[in-house]
């Protein structure tokens, strides 16, 4: 009989897609089911963006590119922080990945060795976990607080911290909370990065999704030489299926990622490059409009949300997730996702999805139209209401 590795056995899963498909089964028997489980926008990809890759592939795009990516993309990447945040970023410290998920791999990959010291939040997207469980890390959870706008405590963080310590994750803006982490916060951890000696490896996936005021990279306060950025094209340009995204790498870890890159996936796809040029170039009416949107649905959620008995929510600042605190309901985290989905199809996430602290919570993605949001909210007051 096969004997799976036992570092497979410590290998996560995500919960949205682990629902997803609980979600095909039910509709394949004919239920009708409202997704707010998914974290994708459902905008189309922009047309020029989509041109700039049809082009790409007439024009014989279609070969092995740079492992690190197209040094026209990569330049692009580094004016796009020049641009936006007013840094000076070097082409070279920029590698291209088939999406964020590969990049968080190697750079876990090539920072942490077995029993090595991570500090990684919880609630946070699963992958991080995931991976440093299956490396081996010793893992440190730093707590997200509800009553601290889902940032963390400075004094929990610096209790962490040792002399141990090499890495350090954060999400800004987080998946799953909507939250963002204030700029005060983010100098006393890059402060005790500069203490320490240990990396920031900071996912700002979301940095273009914010609402009500200017978005603050780390990489604005940070040493360059202890930070990673993560970034991408998924969530911004609603290209998720594109599978692009990015880092930012001190120069002497370049290296390292490119040999990484080579033994995972040789090159990102590189007429997909091109296309990602144009979204970064061109016209950005379509984020500023889809930003818009989720606004106008995030404000219709929080207001719904509240009004329900037993339930409530803080304002998301960013992203496109309501993290709902159920814990007045007496249903614990998974019994109010199972119970919303098999008896009242609606389909969201377990806050346990995202590690321990998210107990007492659901994650609602509110990427769907008012019209859906509208129906599956009348669903979950119903449910609320015939728990009493």
Request: glycine share 6%; hydrophobic share 40%.
């Amino acid at each position: 009989m096969l004997k799976i590795p036992h570092a497979i056995e410590r290998l996560g899963t995500e919960g949205a897609f682990e629902v997803l498909t609980k979600v095909k089964d039910l509709e394949s028997q004919g239920k009708k089911i409202i997704h707010l489980q998914i974290g994708e926008p459902d905008f189309d990809t922009p047309d020029n963006i989509k041109e700039a890759t049809y082009r790409a592939l007439k024009e014989g795009k279609t070969h092995y590119s740079h492992s690190l990516g197209i040094w026209e993309l990569r330049s692009a990447i580094a004016n796009y922080y020049q641009r936006h945040y007013g840094v000076s970023v070097d082409p070279n410290e920029v590698v291209v990945g088939v999406g964020g998920k590969s990049l968080i791999l190697i750079t876990i990959l090539a920072l942490v060795d077995k029993g090595d010291e991570v500090i990684c939040p919880n609630p946070a997207y699963p992958a991080y976990e995931s991976i440093l469980s299956y490396v081996g890390a010793n893992i440190k959870f730093l707590h997200l607080r509800e009553s601290k706008g889902f940032s963390f405590d400075i004094d929990e963080l610096k209790d962490l911290v040792s002399d141990k310590t090499k890495l350090v994750i954060v999400n800004n803006p987080q998946n799953p909370t909507g939250g963002i982490i204030p700029k005060e916060d983010l100098l006393e951890l890059s402060n005790l990065s500069e203490k320490y000696g240990f990396y920031v490896f900071c996912d700002e996936i979301y940095d273009r999704i914010v609402y009500e005021s200017k978005f603050d990279s780390y990489l604005e306060i940070s040493n360059k030489e202890r930070t990673i950025i993560l970034n991408g094209f998924s969530k911004t340009y609603a290209m998720t299926g594109w599978r692009l995204g990015w880092a930012i790498v001190p120069k002497d870890l370049v290296p390292v990622y490119q040999k990484l890159a080579i033994n995972v996936y040789s090159c990102p796809p590189t007429f997909l490059q091109y296309g990602a040029i144009e979204a970064l170039n061109g016209p950005q009416d379509s984020v500023n409009l889809m930003v818009k949107e989720f606004k106008k649905r995030r404000d219709y959620v929080y207001n719904r949300v509240n009004q329900i008995d037993k339930l409530s929510m803080i304002m998301p600042k960013g992203a496109f997730y309501a993290f709902v605190n159920i814990s007045r309901t007496n249903l614990t985290s998974k019994q109010f996702f199972e119970k919303l989905l098999f008896e009242y199809n609606v389909a969201v996430l377990s806050g346990t999805a995202f590690g321990k602290y998210g107990e007492g919570y659901i994650r609602i993605s509110y990427a769907t139209s008012i019209e859906n949001l509208a129906e599956a909210l009348d669903r979950i007051e119903n449910m609320v209401k015939s728990l009493n």
